[in-house]
């Protein structure tokens, strides 16, 4: 079972940037799949997550109406396209899963069993 998280990278504020997260060894729609964040010197927070059940999704608030996230089975990938970038969104981000059913809840991504390591993405002119 393991996670790839890709697409971190320098983006101007206002600006856009997708992240993907691969997974091989397991079919990632049958999990729950969460996306995290970690800025220097804080503590890593939960941002976004897609269910497995109905593709529900729930979001921090600072990101919602910016942020989307959403799956692509065929290539057992989930993204987070970030949109409205802003310099507090600069962090590592990770993505992470776990077989939990029903809704999701963006806080709980910390929690999750599986997790992919770290893409930086850094927002600022």
């Known amino acids: 079972v393991q996670l790839q998280a890709s697409g971190g990278g320098l983006a101007q504020p206002g600006g856009s940037l997708r992240l993907s997260c691969v997974a091989s060894g397991f079919t990632l729609d049958e999990y729950v799949v969460g996306w995290s964040r970690q800025a220097p010197g804080k503590e890593r927070e939960g941002v976004a997550c897609?269910?497995?059940?109905?593709?529900?999704?729930d979001y921090r608030r600072s990101v919602r109406g910016r942020f989307a996230v959403g799956r692509d089975n065929a290539k057992n990938t989930v993204y987070l396209q970030m949109n409205g970038l802003k310099a507090e969104d600069t962090a590592v981000y990770y993505c992470s899963a776990d077989r939990i059913p029903g809704p999701c809840t963006f806080a709980s991504s910390t929690y999750y069993e599986n997790w992919g390591q770290g893409t930086l993405v850094t927002v600022s002119s």
């Open positions: 897609i269910s497995s059940s109905d593709d529900s999704t």
